[in-house]
Structures are given as C-alpha cells and as structure tokens.
C-alpha cells in the first residue's frame, strides 16, 4: 500500500513513517515542516526505496492537490494537526485554520483523487484524532465510541470540528473514511514542550520541574510505538466508517507520573539529591480536564489489538532514549516557546 501521511516529521508521525516503511508499505511522508516537526525523525527511512517527502502545507489546497496527483496514494493516514493545548489557549486561530480548515483542504484534495481513480473500494481516508474531543472524566468511567462530544480547550475543539467533518465527507459523499480517536501518547522524538520530555530535559539541567495545580489530573498514557501499530491496524483491516478509541489501559496521575519519571533518572543518571526535589507545583491552565481514560474494547474485540508496552517498561525506555540521544534534544531548545510557560490567559 501507498500511504500518504501528514505530519509524518513530527512525534506519532514518524513514528507512523518509520513502522510503515519496516512493515513494507511506501510512504509519501507531507508535512509543512513548522516548529514541533524535525526530519531528523524520519532520518532511519529517508533512503528507503518506498520513501518520499513532500513539504507542504494543509492550508495550500493547491499544494495538497500536486501531492496527490504526483504521489497516487492508496490511502491517507491524517497526522498533521496543531496540538499543544498550552499554544492554543494562547492563539487558537492557527488551530483552527490547521486543524479545521487544513483538515476540510485536504478531504476535499483526497475526495478529488478518488474520484479520478474511480472511486476504488480499497481507498482509506483515516483521520487521527484525540480522546481530549470527548471532555472530562469523574473519577470513574471511561470514553467510547459512543461518548458524546464535550471539548473543553481551542486545541480540543479544533480537533473536535475535523473529526465532524471527516465523518460528513464519509457520509455525503461516501469517501471511505475510518477515524480513531488516541490517548496521551509519549516515546522517542516527543517534542521537548509536553509533559514528560520537560520532566526530563529540565530534570537533567537541574531545573524546577512543574506540576500544574496540585497534579491530581489523569492521563491514560498509550507508548508512540504501540499507536503507529494501532493506526497501521485501522488503516488495513478497519471497517470503513467507523471510528476505533485507541488506550493504553495506563491510567496515571500527572504528579505520580513526575514521580515515576524522577526515581528513573536516579537510578540511570543519579545526582547527590533525588530529582523529586525539583518538583513545583505551579497556577494550573484554564479549562484542565480532570481525568482521561478509554475503554479499547471496539478494536481489541474486532480487530485484536492491545497496547505491549506498560507504562513503566515505556517511561523506562522513553528516558534511557532521552540520555542516549542528547544531540536530538539540543538541537530543538531554541524553538520558538520550548521552555516558557505557555497558556496562563
């Protein structure tokens, strides 16, 4: 198969990129190349016979279309996106004009070349989207396919209007589209401005680590590895029209996660006071949703798939990749907002 993935110099991008090329598939790899992204992802497959990259942006539609009458892709795996919460807050409308308008481009774009193909029952359009649509959670329960939308940040309801308009275009114009909906994804190559790699990285320079609020705010954490399998799973063997809740089955609160994270790097790269002493708890975010978590019940069940990593094994091999690849992480610390406290208004 000849998949077309967007945003695949970023974090689950190429991480999409690099198991696709692994598992036989080519691969058009687009992305616009702008602050979270960083070929040096993708630098293991860049040779690769079945590789190409395409710099482009999902607000050019003219772009997009060149993409696709150049490349003929079979399917489109639907990555790019604006996603930090903490920038959106800040300046919602790239979120929008990305996630929203980016997002209608480039159906349109995909809904022009399926149809130039005859409309191919084998096509697959799938979008990649986020548990953060769906809202907050009390302490029990948990999101399904069936949980009505309640986005609560810019980022979540830009993320929330792009997964409507996928399931319109497959409805309307019966584009084959699959859509799935991940939880808090972390690994190699996460972009230094989310939760774990800035424990890390300002664990290592002895900075204060911070918590927002008391850090009581639940995640279900899903390693980057095991969502590239997940996504590559959909795309093959989902049922058009459907959407599948990708988990880890790793709930975890923020501050035990911090904790988690600091007891690694004692033992790995140890210091005189143990780096939980670098925690500080600082004034939360507006709109910070209590608690996340899934019930992957839909794609185990149709699809037998499940998450192999626990989370302590992913933290474990998550940190050693941070201490081995100090080159990687240096080279993004000057990008705009890396380091700043961002999404205080």
Known sequence: MKILVTGGAGFI????????????HEVVNLDALTYAACLDNVASVADAPGYAFVQADLRDPDALGRAFADHAPDAVLHLAAESHVDRSIDGPGIFVETNVTGTYNLLQAARAHWIERGR?????????????????????????????????SPYSASKAASDHLVRAWGETYQLP??????????????FPEKLIPVVILNALAHREIPVYGQGTNVRDWLYVEDHADALLTVLTRGKVGRSYNIGGENEARNIDLVTTICGILDRLRPREAPYADLITHVADRPGHDQRYA??????????????????????????????????????????????ERLGKS
């Open 177 to 190: 589209v699959l859509l799935t909906n991940c939880s808090n994804n972390y690994g190699p190559y996460h």
């Open 13 to 24: 991008g190429s991480a999409v990129v690099r198991r696709a090329i692994a598992e036989g």
């Open 120 to 152: 191919p029952e084998s096509f697959r359009f799938h979008h990649v989207s986020t548990d953060e649509v769906f809202g907050s959670l009390g302490e029990t329960g948990f999101f399904t396919e069936e949980t009505p939308y309640a986005p609560n």
């Open 294 to 339: 899934i019930d992957p019940s839909r794609i185990r069940d149709e699809l037998g798939w499940r998450p192999s990593v626990t989370l302590e094994q992913g933290l474990e091999k998550t940190v050693q990749w941070y201490l081995d690849n100090e080159n990687w992480w240096r080279a993004l610390q000057d990008r705009q907002g890396v380091g």
